[in-house]
């Protein structure tokens, strides 16, 4: 019975854990996201400057967040940094068209990285 306990234990710990993973996942893209949002919203209006400031806040608040590896597939975390490439040259060029696709290519990532990490029916099954 002490055993039965112990993994009832163990598995409410880490379902726990899991969705703590997913709130905080969600928490951050959905910020990561916003200032992504604001920079495109600076690009359109051609104040490079800002828009650069703002990409790089965004990539700034991402990278810090590091023990993401621990609890998420590589191979998405790098595309999500191949993205924050993609858009800091485009910035850098100053090309509109193929900042605000790379941009959206970005937010795109990040969305379905964090929807990917809920505890639903879908990502279940």
Known sequence: M?????SCIVLAALIIATLLSSFAL???SQSVCDTLQQAQTYAKEEDWDAAYAYSAAAEKEWVSHKSLY???RHT???GVY???AQVN???KAREASEYT???A???ARLELLAQSDLLNLQNVL
Request: charged share 15%; proline share 0%; net charge neutral.
């Open 2 to 6: 002490k055993r039965l306990w112990i």
């Open 26 to 28: 969600q928490n951050l």
């Open 70 to 72: 621990a609890v998420t």
């Open 76 to 78: 998405e975390l790098n």
């Open 82 to 84: 191949e993205g924050f």
């Open 89 to 91: 040259a485009c910035l």
């Open 101 to 103: 696709a790379a941009n």
């Open 105 to 107: 290519s970005l937010i």
